[in-house]
């Protein structure tokens, strides 16, 4: 199924066609079945989604909302907040448009069951390859991890 692609912002390098073929080369590198909506939008829409279903009342950079058991054919939804993309390609010396496919590779994931916070590394690993295969920057957990070990080692000092 043809994904979904809603652009609230635009991004450079990247338009609804692009970013399509991407989000169903990733599903089927992931072997996700079903229909996938992503969006990309801005820090207030992504502050209220992530508000409205997650009780913090910040903007994030990618969300993900896996389709419910009875949802046939569709996968779920992915949000993307173009924000925080941009200032991330930035700092990693990268472009937004590959910041966006790489928050969307992360979202696809997370539609597919992978959940990082309690898989000792699995998803880590399985975007880690994906991120590869798809010729992606640092992948989002890796960069992650890096930053919390940073921190703490700074703080031990």
């Known amino acids: 199924m043809e994904p979904t692609i809603i652009l609230e912002r635009r991004v450079a ?5 692009m970013l399509a073929a991407f989000v169903a080369q990733a ?7 079903g229909a996938v909506t992503v969006m990309v939008t801005g820090n207030r829409e992504m502050r209220r989604l ?5 009780g913090k009342d910040q903007s994030t950079d990618v969300l993900s909302f896996p389709a419910p058991g009875f949802a046939s054919g569709f ?3 992915i949000a993307i907040c173009l924000d925080i993309a941009a200032r991330n390609a930035r700092t990693l010396n990268h472009s937004t448009a590959e910041e966006v496919q ?9 539609l597919a069951g992978y959940d990082h ?3 000792q590394g699995e998803m880590a ?3 880690d390859d994906l991120r590869k295969r798809l010729a992606l920057p640092s992948g989002l957990i890796k960069r992650n991890t890096v930053k919390r070990r940073m921190r703490s080692s700074r703080s031990q000092t």
Do not use: M, S, Y
């Open 13 to 17: 390098g990247l338009n609804q066609r």
């Open 27 to 33: 599903a089927r590198e992931v072997g996700l079945a």
């Open 50 to 54: 992530n508000f409205r279903f997650r």
């Open 75 to 77: 996968a779920g939804d």
């Open 102 to 110: 790489v928050l969307v590779l992360h979202g696809i994931l997370h």
């Open 117 to 119: 916070e309690g898989d």
């Open 125 to 127: 690993k399985t975007e």
